[in-house]
């Protein structure tokens, strides 16, 4: 695990799983038989969970994978991924780690949508909590900042190579944080600086917004049975709160909603918060 910097967090717990054409970067805590999957959103990577990871291992064994395209996971294959095939990835890392089942899933935006995927393609978890879920179209940050990336030139090896040099330069990656609503710390920033001087690392945030096809996941929601709740920010700058929640009470009726505020990062602005939340729901009855 050289190539991951010293102060990285929770590197400690980091290990490298290969499966299928994917050497993964997947940390995992705890000793416990409820098995526990955080799943990070786009453009993110497992250090997004910072203390969260290490907290809730007290009581889970917890996985972080970074997700294909992501972080410190090396994809050799197919780099274009829906989100069935990113859940037919998730269900290869699980069988490789030699897992039956993951009994709960807490995912972030995007991380929410691939859980959701992935539970209709699998034994169901018991509980998912979804932290500000992709659940609508693609925000208007996103055809501001990445749609004009997304075509064959850009996405060709020598183009995001050539980006991902000049991006941590610039203040694009600043103005994208700025533009969630969350107030995250200088330290938090170099963070996504870091991972977004990785080409391939842009390529798969690129690849993972634009293979998402949400309305046809939704469809078939309507199979999920598990537990659910959903914690959306009143002042996400990515997602719209209001048409969000109008998306889970026509799809996901059954579902609890918990309004907070701190932007669509919100679990990284306030880490005290989101754990007491997703405790609450992954223990009630």
């Given amino acids: 695990m050289n190539r991951i910097p010293n102060d990285w967090p929770n590197k400690s717990f980091s290990q490298e799983i290969h499966a299928g054409d994917l050497t993964w970067h ?11 999957l955080l799943l990070h959103g786009t453009g993110s990577s497992a250090h997004t969970w910072g203390s969260l990871f290490t907290e809730l291992a007290k009581n889970y064994t917890v996985i972080a994978p970074d997700l294909p395209g992501h972080g410190f996971t090396k994809n050799k294959g197919n780099k274009s991924l829906s989100l069935d095939d990113l859940a037919d990835k998730l269900t290869e890392l699980r069988e490789a780690l030699k897992m039956d089942y993951f009994d709960c899933i807490v995912g972030h935006s995007a991380g929410a949508t691939l859980a959701l995927s992935y539970t209709l393609k699998n ?3 018991k509980t998912i909590v979804g932290i500000n879920p992709s659940l609508l179209s693609l925000p208007n940050t996103y055809s501001r900042f990445i749609a004009p990336l997304i075509n064959p030139i850009v996405t060709s090896s020598f183009f995001t190579a050539v980006l991902s040099d000049l991006l941590p330069h610039t203040k694009m990656i600043d103005s994208l944080i700025d533009s969630t609503k969350t107030k995250l710390s200088p330290e938090k920033r170099e963070r996504y600086k870091t991972i977004f001087k990785n080409a391939d690392h842009l390529n798969g945030s690129m690849s993972f917004m634009a293979g998402a ?26 997602i719209p709160v209001r048409p969000l929640c109008e998306a889970i009470q026509k799809y996901f009726s059954k579902a609890q909603v918990i309004e907070v505020t701190g932007g669509h990062m919100f679990h990284e602005g306030n880490e005290e918060l989101a754990l007491k939340l997703i405790h609450q729901a992954l223990t009630k009855e």
């Fill in 26 to 36: 997947v940390q995992i805590a705890g000793n416990s038989p409820q098995h526990l």
């Fill in 123 to 125: 034994k169901q978890a």
């Fill in 213 to 238: 096809d949400i309305p046809g996941l939704l469809e078939r929601c309507d199979q999920i049975k598990s537990d659910l709740t959903f914690i959306v920010s009143e002042d996400d700058g990515w």
